[in-house]
């Protein structure tokens, strides 16, 4: 795969090099990083462990190439990737591969997550243009007690250096969806992907540099996040992070100092089933929502809140549904395929035994082998319980009894995360009026939660994030306003 043909030139031995000034270069530290296959629980990657002289290296090429960058025309820019996603849809096929091997991610989602990064591309490139091409002219007449003798410009200039961070679960799509917006706007890119991971995205990187953009544009650094993890994101060369991510995110927010923000941490959505909904449909959804690529997505729906008169209905519906779930390697494309590390699986076990200590009603047998939990249904599950309030980032849900709206509202909300949420019931009225109770960025009606399409605004309040991603919320994050002020003589008037 990548030992030959077009991405060759980024391995040496069974070591992935990193990229730094449009070139792929092995780390002096003579040190590698290991991926474990969760299938196998066996090293299927490496990847370089990168120096702090090295970071400093990458970013002082981005800073250098930033410069020349912002000078380059929109269409020019655009054009470059426009042909970037071209090169990146070519080689799904490799970079799937890499998908399915690093994160356990089933083969036609694999599939599925490097094409829609490549529509990310082609549609950011298109918005940027029509965005950054537009300013603004203001005259100072239109304020109260001014004379029109001043006239302001406005335009969007590029912020300069951002931090890119993306996440396991999506380390393809969720890199583009902040590389896109930095590069359309001016910027340059030093990328950090994750571990679990990374082989994709410096896959992905490649096709960057084969579209042939300017030399230290786009720098990729790997390594532990406990040798360069704070040194990057405290570094004074970097004016921006995009982070998408865990509770890191937090304690990112902490130490960044005077620098903007772009953050997408976790979240524990919530599901509020009424008794007017269609619980066919919501069921489907639940099941869809809450089991997709095992749990591991902070869209997943992570509690359902269903009232009383319908919950026995809804969890046989749902529990119908899991029965038809396929379990096993993300080759074969199972629906639940093993979560991405050993200590993931054992986080989401003790938020079971935890359950199943405080008699938690357990719709299916718990069963693990290795990394791969088989899906489970938590129903009667209480407040008391961690798994009411923890996110499992795995293939388990947890089902709560209500009898009424406001005990479902109040469980959402007194919850410390506010990314998504969803509620199901045949009254549109009903579904505003929680959609406007409920403390999160984003509430589905009659759907479960989902970031997507990448164009529309996403975002999470509490501990669930700083700011708004979606491409148009994204390259307006990643640009200021530059503002040039004329001014004239006052003019002389006469009457008569």
Partial sequence: MAGSGTFSEIIDGDVYKYY?????????????????????????????????????????????????????????????????????????????????????????????????????????????????????????????????????????????????????????????????????????????PPTQGAVAALHMVHCFHLAGFPKGLIGCVTGKGSEIGDFLTMHPGVNCISFTGGDTGISISRKAGMVPLQMELGGKDACIVLEDADLDLAAANIVKGGFSYSGQ???????????????????????????????????????????????????????????????????????????????LLLDNVRPDMRIAWEEPFGPVLPVIRINSVEEGIHHCNASNFGLQGCVFTSDINKAIMISDAMETGTVQINSAPARGPDHFPFQGIKDSGIGSQGITNSIHMMTKVKTTVINLPAPSYTMG
């Fill in 20 to 192: 730094v000034d449009g070139q792929w270069k092995k780390s002096s530290s003579g040190k590698s990083v290991p991926i474990i296959n969760p299938t196998t629980r066996n090293t299927h990657y490496k990847v370089q462990a990168c120096t702090q002289e090295e970071v400093n290296n990458v970013i002082d090429s981005a800073k250098k190439a930033q410069k020349l960058w912002a000078k380059t025309p929109l269409w020019k820019r655009a054009e470059l990737l426009h042909k970037a996603a071209a090169i990146l849809k070519e080689n799904k096929a490799p970079i799937a591969e890499c998908l399915v091997k690093e994160i356990a991610k089933p083969a036609k989602d694999s599939v599925t997550e490097v094409v829609r990064s490549g529509d990310l591309i082609s549609y950011c490139a298109e918005e940027g243009v029509r965005i950054l091409g537009e300013g603004k002219f203001l005259v100072s007449d239109s304020f109260p007690g001014n004379d029109r003798t001043k006239y302001c410009l406005t335009s969007k200039i590029p912020i300069g250096v951002v931090l890119a961070i993306p996440p396991f679960n999506y380390p393809v799509n969720l890199a583009i969806s902040k590389i896109a917006p930095a590069l359309i706007a001016g910027n340059s890119i030093v990328l950090k």
């Fill in 297 to 375: 997505r902070c869209t997943a729906v992570k509690v359902v809140l269903v009232m009383e008169k319908v919950a026995s209905s809804l969890v046989k519906k749902v529990n119908e549904k899991v029965a038809k779930l396929t379990v096993g390697p993300p080759e074969d494309d199972c629906d639940i395929t093993p979560v991405v590390t050993e200590s993931s699986a054992n986080f989401i076990e003790g938020l079971v035994m935890d359950a199943k200590e405080k008699k938690a009603t357990f719709c299916q047998e718990y069963k693990r082998k290795g990394n791969l939990i088989w899906p």
